[in-house]
């Protein structure tokens, strides 16, 4: 347990009717915060207190609050998920911030991500390009094959499970000065593509999945590297280096 008192901060926090509207800045009082507590539990705490005051609530996206679906998309002080590095926004700490301090939070800023309310934006993009491709055709009716069936060389299970850590939580495109969704892509064709229940489709996957990232309004890759960096799973630029090879033998395949 920590020691230090409660915090008093003050939170500078987007509002937005919806996509329709423009949004602004709106500032807050919030006092004895736990260290302890997550960062969602201090905007819960927040939001009992706009409920108290007869005010409307911060809309934000939750759910596992352990790290898993990426649903808690947030800027805060300038980065996604926070300050600390490799985790997500529902796994920070108000440990990490300063009695007195003021935090700025921020929906995530993308075309592809529309507002859908102050800090939930729709990252239904990301569901639309996965549709295109992200999936393996197999009749699972009948007789299951046995897991262990196909020999899957050990290095390749491991890169391909690197890659499958990716959460879509959109952090990437967030932080990407294009709007880039490159690494999700990347993430999401290597898993795939490293194994060989996925080389089935392979050409097809990776042809129909950059079609469709290019037709949400993703925007291209310029290498700054900064999705890597803000990734709460670490998901490497290798996955983009890999879906460019995927893609260019892909094309050239089809003639
Ligand atoms: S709420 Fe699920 S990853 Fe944060």
């Not at 998901?235 to 089809?254: G, H, K, P, Q």
Request: net charge negative.
């Amino acid at each position: 347990m920590s020691t230090q008192k409660g915090l008093n901060l003050t939170l500078k926090i987007w509002r937005q009717k919806n996509n329709k509207t423009k949004g602004q800045f709106e500032t807050y009082q919030i006092a004895e915060v736990s260290p302890d507590s997550s960062f969602l539990e201090m905007m819960d705490m927040l939001n009992e207190q706009l409920i108290n005051d007869g005010k409307d609530t911060v809309a934000f996206d939750h759910d596992c609050r352990e790290g898993i679906c990426g649903s808690c998309a947030m800027y805060i002080n300038g980065r996604p998920h926070g300050p600390d590095t490799g985790i997500t926004t529902c796994q920070l700490h108000m440990r990490h911030f300063k009695n007195g301090e003021t935090i700025t939070i921020e929906p995530w800023r993308s075309a592809a991500f529309p507002v859908i309310k102050d800090l939930a934006v729709d990252r239904s993009s990301f569901d639309r390009v996965m549709a295109a491709g992200g999936f393996i055709s197999v009749n699972t009716s009948g007789n299951t094959l046995d897991a262990n069936a196909i020999l899957v060389p050990k290095e390749d299970a491991d890169h391909a499970m690197d890659a499958a850590a990716c959460i879509g939580c959109g952090a990437c495109v967030a932080t990407c000065k294009n709007g880039s969704a490159m690494l999700f892509v990347g993430a999401k064709v290597s898993q795939y593509a490293l194994l060989p229940q996925g080389r089935v489709e392979a050409k097809r996957r990776v042809l129909n999945m950059v079609k469709a990232m290019d037709e949400e309004g993703f925007g291209n890759c310029s290498n700054t590297g900064a999705c890597e960096v803000e990734c709460p799973k670490g998901i490497s630029l290798e996955v983009i280096a890999r879906m460019n090879r995927e893609f260019f033998v892909a094309n050239a395949d089809r003639g």
